[in-house]
DNA sequence: CGCCGCATTGACGTTCGTCAAGTCTAGTGG
DNA sequence: CCACTAGACTTGACGAACGTCAATGCGGCG
């Protein structure tokens, strides 16, 4: 067997909860196992799937983080979003059979391979499993929006504090810490994926350790005050 | 029956071939003119949905032009999309059972209804159909990177050239011309959705008209320069 | 004919980007 | 163990792009 390759089995995954639909009985479980056969591991920096790749699979987190990202011809690049463990990625490869961004690995990570021609047939059988693909396309949508809103109407300070807030809601839903998280990536990726320059990213960072709202040490990051970084992201709210 | 419903039939609907799957065989053809048995007329400035509302139903636009928008809890809002005849809207209500968004006729329009449960029960069935929806939500998983990349990296007159010719190609694509089109929207809505304020909105249009790369009388557009507008897009690659 | 919403234009201010210098940290090898 | 280095990060000075505020123009509709 590929050393890269480990077989694996959903039923006994603690992460089931946050990648597979819920309720499902004995038998739907194990043909799902079925189709998840292999996982893949994928070292810091390197990628899981490239722009213009060939799409065959969806992809399961198991362990690790990663960022995507697309480039537009004239070498600009802009990330779209940074997934943790129980989230899917490659949906953006269905429509036209090849992915239409990167995926890297931001640490050393491990996913779930889901073969796309094997998740459609189950699901034609499984219909909690059809449900649920259909689920999780919507809530990328609706995120997708939610940056919008960001990039389109937000000042820097809002969109760095709702940023952190949304990262720190994801790992609090996956035990950890409610205020503390360290940052897999760089003030580099977060500008990219905020739309501002790394620059920006920084002093922002000062000016929010200034006010006492968090304290930063390079990656590590203690949100002191959660009710002051809502204040800015929602500005009318708190009156 | 309700004056605003009529009995409709996707089997000789000339937008077929846009928000239906291509290669259905007769019988496949008649299961999905039953799913979409009703049409529903939205005069402008009305709305098909709106955030909060339950969801039940997919909508093909069959005419007309439609915003869709969502708005932050301190009352901004930002556009999220622009739809136009043979496209789907509504993907975003899926993951919670009910609309994330609001979707408001820009212009006289009529719908197809498409009950969710029933495009899931069917697809189940028609593989084409499945696949169909598959590539619907992917699709506008890509769309909404590309306004990303729009939003977090590109200077103002790249964004309204680029939105100028994303419109260009869509109207082209559906018979219209490739160089005129009327603009359905007002300069607050442009700018909400490229994240500039009317008057930059305006202003660009302006500097445009002086390079005479375009012609601008009120709504009314005329492309005289695609190529210059694809350059101010891609800067590098007019190289 | 006059009103109203939309659009344009100008003057000015703010935010963020750019450029540059300097600091910190982790990893490497002597 | 410590010096060295490369990459990431911070901070400052300055400027450009876009937002804000305000006045005016235009066109459609009652």
Redesign the interface.
């Known amino acids: 067997m590929n050393p890269q390759t480990i077989k694996v089995a959903c039923s006994n995954c603690n992460l089931r909860e946050l990648c597979m639909p819920i309720g499902l009985n004995a038998q739907d479980l194990d043909l799902i196992d079925r189709m998840v056969a292999v996982r893949r591991k994928v070292k810091r920096g390197a990628t899981l799937f490239r722009n213009g790749e060939t799409f065959t699979s969806l992809y399961a987190i198991r362990t690790g983080f990663f960022k995507t990202s697309?480039a537009?011809?004239?070498?600009?690049?802009?990330v779209?979003g940074f997934q943790m463990a129980g989230e899917v990625i490659g949906?953006?490869?269905?429509?036209n059979d090849q992915h239409?961004?990167d995926a890297v690995a931001l640490e050393d990570a491990e996913v779930c391979v889901m073969p796309f021609d094997e998740i459609?047939s189950l699901?034609?059988?499984v219909?909690a499993l059809?449900?649920h693909?259909?689920?999780i396309?919507?809530?990328?949508?609706?995120r997708?929006?939610?940056?919008?809103?960001l990039?389109?109407?937000m000042r820097a300070e809002e969109r760095l504090a709702a940023f952190l807030l949304n990262l720190v809601q994801r790992l609090h839903a996956r035990g950890f810490s409610q205020s503390e998280l360290i940052l897999r990536m760089t003030r580099e990726e977060i500008g990219?994926?905020?739309?501002l320059k790394l620059e920006t990213v920084s002093r922002t960072f000062s000016k929010f350790v200034e006010d006492g709202t968090v304290e930063v040490k390079q990656r590590h990051v203690r949100i002191v005050d959660t009710e002051a970084l809502r204040r800015i992201v929602?500005?009318?709210?708190s009156l």
Chains 1, 2 share one sequence.
């Open positions: 697309i537009s011809e004239d070498g600009r690049d802009q779209t949906l953006d490869g269905i429509v239409t961004c459609e699901s034609r059988e219909n059809q449900r693909m259909h689920k396309m919507s809530r990328e949508i609706v997708e929006h939610g940056v919008m809103l990039l389109g109407s990219s994926y905020l739309g929602n500005p009318q709210t």
